[in-house]
């Protein structure tokens, strides 16, 4: 069992950076491949990042790759997502995720464990 907490979440004007948090309970933490997701207003839930258990792998969605950038500590049990150059189309809950095996194009009904989401809103 694993429970995800994120945090870091917050109102930023658009240019700025914001790093996101996603801290892990249970001793397997290491063996999950995480990822980023997000869901705006209005829109359906949105793949955002993901990484490799080791973190030796990283793959983005294109509207993000060059902005964002996924990384975690397994001695920490937390993986985080440094957004810059944010823009107000960026607006959105974002959630962290774990699954079982590290793969990009896993759909969400895949990862075994979903936090309950930060707020992240970017003012123009």
């Known amino acids: 069992q694993v429970q995800l907490v994120e945090s870091g979440g917050g109102l930023v004007q658009a240019g700025g950076s914001l790093r996101l948090s996603c801290a892990a309970s249970?001793?397997?933490?290491?063996?999950?491949?995480m990822g980023w997701f997000r869901q705006a207003p209005g829109k359906e839930r949105e793949f955002v990042a993901a990484?490799?258990?080791?973190?030796?792998?990283?793959y983005y969605a294109d509207s993000v790759k060059g902005r964002f950038t996924i990384s975690r500590d397994n001695a920490k049990n937390t993986v985080y997502l440094q957004m810059n150059s944010l823009k107000p189309e960026d607006t959105a809950v974002y959630y962290c995720?774990?699954?079982?095996?590290?793969?990009?194009?896993?759909?969400?009904?895949?990862?075994?464990?979903w936090g309950q989401g930060t707020q992240v809103t970017v003012s123009s």
């Open positions: 995720a774990a699954h079982w095996d590290y793969d990009p194009q896993a759909p969400e009904y895949e990862y075994d464990y």
């Open positions: 249970g001793r397997t933490f290491s063996s999950y491949a």
């Open positions: 990484i490799s258990w080791s973190g030796g792998s990283t």
